[in-house]
């Protein structure tokens, strides 16, 4: 059994401006309580928004990062600069020429971190992520944890689903049947679930600020003040259970 922890969003700033908690005394509550477990988990999953658009570069949060307790995949958001992030997690992964996707290997499941993000900053993939994805699809041998920033399915709320995941289409065809056994995402700073691809697929809690919600979409998309949380994924051959840990209620 491989037992993943996924941190998302954490918006690292490097100004203070914070709007309700300092998300990198998150970081470090989180890396706390995953030290803290009687079962450490292999690896933590970071899905994104490193850093908020506000920050000059990653050098406020590389010193963080690098307290994990645990080893730590990072992935880019859409909030980072993906020249900056190739350049400050150089050696943390091997990143795809073209896009920051890679390939890491932990315990008996295969992580395929899949960059979501396009270069016009919308969520989706054009031709070369799909192209790599079906490519590390057909060699792989391994059960597949497939992360991404952005949900790939609709959520619901209008504001997170415009303009629309690209090429969500492709990306389902080639999961389906594939070794793919759970699809995670951060992006929404909430907790979503879900069917998709044959897969359960799900969005994680943010480190960082909650966002509010409307179905309608009449109401504002902006920060909330919510309790900052982390999903953890034990992937087995018996199936995947997830928990969530909120970092008020102590250690676990």
Known sequence: ?????QLTDPHLRD?????????????????????????????????????????????HALPVLHRAPVPLWPMPGNHDDPAGFRIAFDG?????????SYIA????????????????????????PLDWLADALGKSRKPILLALHHPP????????????????EALSRLIEGSAVCRIIAGHSH??????????????????????????????????????????LHAIGPKGCVSHQIRLDEGSE
Not at 36 to 50: E, F, H, R, Y
Not at 112 to 128: E, K
Request: charged content about 20%; aromatic content about 6%.
């Open 92 to 100: 943390w992964a091997e990143f795809a020429p073209d896009h920051l």
């Open 105 to 128: 290997q932990i315990d008996d499941l295969q992580l395929i971190a899949l960059d979501s993000t396009l270069p016009d900053g919308r969520p989706g993939l054009d031709r070369m």
């Open 153 to 168: 399915f609709a959520t619901g709320a209008p504001h997170l689903d415009r303009p629309g995941f690209q090429n969500a």
């Open 1 to 5: 059994m491989a037992l993943i922890a």
């Open 15 to 59: 100004d203070g401006a914070d709007p309700f908690h300092d998300p990198a005394e998150a970081m470090l509550q989180a890396f706390a309580q995953i030290a803290a477990m009687d079962i450490k988990p292999d690896a933590i999953v970071l899905t994104g928004d490193i850093i908020d658009r506000s920050a000059k570069g990653y050098a």
């Open 190 to 231: 909430r907790a979503m679930q879900t069917l998709w691809a044959g897969c359960l697929c799900s969005a994680a809690p943010a480190i960082g600020h909650g966002l509010s919600l409307s179905l309608s979409g009449t109401e504002p998309h902006k920060p909330v003040r919510v309790a900052p949380a982390f999903d």
